[in-house]
């Protein structure tokens, strides 16, 4: 055993003498997997490879020599723990340059680490206003718990619009709801973009518009800029990172071990005959990239028709809990009680964070199943990662994005080796140069003198046009009132002049919008076609089921959703199109809303409506505000209603407010809510704690 390490040493030291240090940490992890496994203790040799190649938060203190030990502790920073962390050489390089105020982008691998740097930025520099930019809302409430615990006795941490500010503030957005303090924060200290890579309408171009919009308008207020992103070789020039010092770091803190099945798979069968064989043989918790919902549902019922319920009392729970909650027959339900999970965009966000919860539990789900909203939702890992299918949707995936799925295997000081099984051929390694190209869609949001530099000759030529064209149907000095207050949700100009040609040439047509005002939703059918035809395609369904499914949705707060469930099937709508449809309610339909009411109350100001009531319901899915907002928090409404028809706190309170809620979470404590609450299962007492969790300020004086 003491040869092999001594041999596996010698190996390691060649490497670096070579300047092979790539290649000499990943023989050196695989080497602290072999003392993890045998349960050895590092030798001074050991110590000493592990400092030469930079991955000092590995070193083992008790068995180093003095200079070992002296890195060790010299790499120290406080990152809002309890006690100071030692951050490896390229996370201490990353910081130092932040330190510096210098403008990054930087591109780093998955297992990197990059939150702690932006953490102990935080704590060293104490900046007053701190804007976090995430692509998901999943990721917005990770971050925010992982903050909250670090910094809530100092800063007020703000994910959710109309929130009153303090004195020091951290903002965690998706870039939409960051747009809503555009004319509210008068300058950010920094400004840190995740994921930027999303900016280019190649990774996401539906999304992409509104993400640029952002960089753009609200970079202006940032003193100082840090964009991240994995597996980024090179980044072209741009307007929107011309200014930033762009860094590549190819340091891996885990080794992955690929394993490349598919040339002994021929058809299908084999394919999952050979998915159950790794599953049989593997243990440890596995994700499944199964890259679409129809991939979903194929291996939903493979595992359905392959494996029986387990007796596992935490999951039994959680299954009972699904039924009762959701739908009894839903195939969610029946993979819970086999130890599966399922991760995707569409689920309530709640009902995502429990899974990942139970995922990192040691007796919760073992395999979870996922779309790429595993890459874009959560930082969460896996011992093995299993690429059943090589698309993203209905594209072949990408070399990017496949680095960025197997990029989840392994986890520092859990996992030194990620197991990496490929079941269909990946794509051609490449080069991965980020082009992020200034999109059409926006530019009726630009001042074209402010902004000219940015386009090019036919985009400003555009530009004037569509400037021209909405000064001629709503006057100048309106327009230029609404382009300076930022108020339009959508990132797509052409949208905005649909909206704005149809107030002014068919002003009878939108007689009666205020009555979307009155809960009344047998009233609302001919407004409701008449908005959604504004946007056409967009609504992932046909018309006349959106126009219902709001109407029914319309009972949300009073009606349980098996009991919705009930009213949606004579429109063939299940448990999945639930959740994409009143997602499409709460964002798409919403953003439309907005801007049909900030223009038509210029267009049509004789008639004095306005629709910020019914804007508001939809944007809550009908729910009370606080309710909705508390799902991101990880708390299903289906509990808040118990809390609140216990009388233990009122939403209807008109003068609640997320903060002033979580206020009372903590006044009340968990055990004393959970006394008070009637009806609670033991699953919702789970559920509870996990909340209660993420709304948990560490001991003040450890973070002075």
């Known amino acids: 055993m003491q040869e092999q390490v001594f041999n596996q040493c010698h190996l390691i030291n060649r490497l670096l003498i070579s300047n092979q240090e790539n290649e000499a ?72 340059r932040l330190l510096e105020g210098k403008n990054i982008a930087v591109s780093a691998p998955t297992s990197f680490g990059k939150s702690f740097v932006i953490d102990a930025y935080i704590k060293i520099k104490k900046p007053n206003n701190v804007l976090v930019i995430v692509p998901t809302l999943a990721l917005t409430d990770e971050t925010r718990r992982r903050l909250y615990k670090k910094f809530a006795h100092e800063y007020k941490i703000i994910t959710t619009s109309d929130v009153e500010l303090s004195d020091k503030n951290i903002f965690i957005f998706p870039q939409e709801r960051a747009m809503n303090y555009i004319n509210i924060v008068e300058s950010f200290d920094i400004i840190i973009v995740d994921e930027f890579y999303k900016a280019s309408s190649k990774f996401d171009k539906e999304r992409s518009p509104s993400l640029i919009r952002a960089m753009i308008k609200l970079g202006e207020k940032s003193n100082q800029k840090y964009y991240l992103a994995p597996n980024i070789t090179s980044l072209d020039s741009s307007p929107f990172t011309e200014d930033m010092e762009f860094i590549r770091l190819d340091f891996n803190t885990v080794y992955l071990e690929k394993h490349e099945l598919y040339n002994q798979i021929n058809n299908n069968e084999e394919k999952s005959d050979k998915l159950l064989e790794i599953l049989s043989q593997n243990k440890g918790k596995t994700l499944i990239y199964a890259g679409t919902y129809s991939n979903i549902d194929s291996l939903t019922n493979l595992f359905l028709d392959t494996y029986e319920p387990v007796q596992n009392e935490l999951l039994e729970m959680f299954a009972d809990w699904l039924s009762k909650n959701y739908d009894v027959n839903w195939s969610l339900t029946k993979l819970v009680s086999r130890e599966i999970g399922v991760h995707n965009g569409r689920l309530h966000r709640s009902l995502s964070q429990i899974q990942v919860r139970l995922f990192e539990e040691e007796k919760g789900i073992r395999n979870l199943i996922s779309t790429s909203s595993i890459i874009e939702g959560v930082n969460t890992s896996a011992e093995n990662v299993i690429i059943w299918r090589n698309r993203k949707g209905s594209a072949k995936l990408d070399d990017f994005t496949y680095k960025n799925i197997i990029g989840r295997g392994g986890r520092m000081f859990k996992h030194f080796i990620g197991k990496i099984y490929i079941l269909e051929q990946p794509p051609e390694e490449g080069q991965t140069q980020l082009d992020i190209p200034f999109p059409d869609e926006i530019l009726g949001d630009l001042n074209e003198t402010k902004y000219e530099g940015l386009l090019t000759k036919e985009q400003v030529a555009k530009l004037k046009l569509y400037n021209d064209e909405m000064a001629e149907l709503m006057g100048v000095q309106v327009y230029d009132e609404l382009k300076a207050e930022s108020v339009f949700q959508s990132s797509n100009s052409d949208l905005i002049k649909t909206i704005a040609i149809d107030l002014v040439k068919n002003p009878e047509e939108w007689n009666g919008l205020y009555y979307l005002n009155e809960f009344k939703p047998e009233n609302w059918d001919r407004l409701l076609y008449k908005i959604i035809k504004l946007q056409p395609g967009n609504w992932d369904t046909g018309y006349k089921v959106f126009v219902e499914f709001i ?87 289906m509990i808040s209603k118990k809390i609140h028809e216990s009388d233990v706190i009122n939403f209807f309170d008109g003068e609640l407010t997320i903060h002033s809620a979580i206020s009372q979470f903590s006044e009340i404590g968990k055990e004393t809510l959970i006394e008070r609450t009637k009806d609670l299962d033991d699953f919702d007492k789970y559920i509870l704690d996990y909340f209660f969790d993420g709304i948990k300020v560490k001991n003040a004086q450890n973070n002075n």
Not at 560 to 589: A, H
Not at 613 to 626: D, E, G, N, T, Y
């Open 551 to 637: 109407k029914i949705i319309a009972y949300n707060w009073r009606k349980s959703i098996p009991e919705l469930l009930r009213e949606l099937e004579d429109y063939d709508v299940g448990i999945d199109d639930f959740f994409k449809l009143e997602r499409n309610v709460t964002y798409k339909f919403s953003a439309i809303l907005q801007d049909l009411n900030s223009l038509q109350k210029r267009i049509l100001k004789d008639k004095n409506y306005d629709i910020t009531r019914f804007i508001k319901l939809c944007s809550q899915a009908f729910l009370p505000k606080v309710v909705f907002q508390l799902e991101e928090y990880g708390l299903p409404r």
């Open 25 to 96: 940490r990943q023989e050196l992890i695989k080497l602290l997997d072999y003392h993890n496994t045998n349960d050895l203790a590092y030798n001074p040799m050991v110590n000493h490879l592990i400092r030469e190649t930079g991955l000092f938060p590995y070193i083992e203190p008790e068995t180093s020599n003095w200079e070992e030990r002296f890195i060790y502790n010299a790499f120290k920073v406080d990152v809002g723990e309890e006690k100071p962390l030692t951050l490896h050489r390229e996370q201490s390089f990353l910081l130092k």
